[in-house]
């Protein structure tokens, strides 16, 4: 148990030694509570905290992959992941792996789970015109997602899922090794960055330095996901503020 775990487990402790029964994290009816069950509340709450705690921590693995090949062996065989058993197919990357730009988005929509690519469909014909805008395309570009597999009905991945995926995705980064990444939407900024703080419109258009080891560390732009630019067209200016200031730093590495 990390120290939040261990900041909630003596929280909750207080609670029940100090018979005060109102901000318990779990208890949710207060007419329920009985001083006679103490222990036995005591003990639910702590499972369901610990529960909790779990499900946001991120698992150590040990990923021996050190090029793309052996990475998605790596990926094909995490059954640990259930969007596995839901999506018709791994969704690992598309574009050219020596390049120096990459882009990671969040997760495989029902056209990339049908075509095993990223970006396809709408979002991904927006996203080529984006690229395109600033000199790039996917002969010149590496693109991939946080997530390998489409969550059911398009929905935004679990923090579990989320947790399962990024030691991959992390790898997956290292291996590219990019001179600039960009991150496009909130959850892949967020897991990727661990800025669990701020949202997408705090992060956008601001350089971050992304360290995977000690000796790398990486120019990194968060920007809106094309699928929210499909839903928001009035944040495009924005958009384009982000993309010039992603050229920019292009121009000065090739």
């Given at each position: ?98 390049a120096n730009v990459m882009v990671v988005g969040e997760a495989p929509g029902e056209e990339e789970d049908k075509l095993g690519k990223p970006f396809k469909g ?133």
């Amino acid at each position: 148990m990390g120290k939040k775990g261990i900041l909630l487990h003596s929280l909750l402790k207080w609670h029940y030694t100090n018979n005060v029964i109102s901000f318990l994290p779990f208890q949710t009816n207060e007419s329920s509570f009985s001083y006679m069950d103490q222990n036995t509340l005591y003990s639910k709450n702590l499972d369901l905290i610990e529960d909790e705690i779990n499900k946001n921590e991120i698992k150590k693995v040990t990923i021996q992959a050190s090029n793309l090949e052996a990475l998605k062996k790596e990926v094909e065989a995490l059954d640990e992941c259930a969007l596995k058993k839901t999506a018709t197919n791994i969704v690992f990357s598309d574009g050219n792996s020596k390049a120096n730009v990459m882009v990671v988005g969040e997760a495989p929509g029902e056209e990339e789970d049908k075509l095993g690519k990223p970006f396809k469909g709408q979002a991904g014909n927006l996203l080529d015109k984006m690229l395109q805008a600033i000199g790039q395309n996917r002969e010149n570009t590496y693109i991939t997602n946080l997530i390998f597999w489409r969550p059911p009905g398009n929905r935004n991945p679990t923090q579990e899922e989320i947790n399962i995926c990024l030691p991959y995705a992390l790898k997956h980064i290292e291996i590219i090794n990019p001179k600039i990444l960009i991150l496009t939407g909130a959850i892949a900024t967020k897991a990727i960055l661990r800025q669990n703080n701020k949202g997408i419109i705090q992060l956008r258009g601001k350089w971050q330095n992304f360290s995977i080891n000690k000796s790398t560390s990486i120019k990194t732009m968060p920007i809106f996901h094309p699928a929210f630019l499909l839903r928001q067209p009035t944040r495009k200016r924005e958009a384009w503020e982000d993309l010039k200031k992603i050229k920019q730093e292009i121009d000065l590495i090739t």
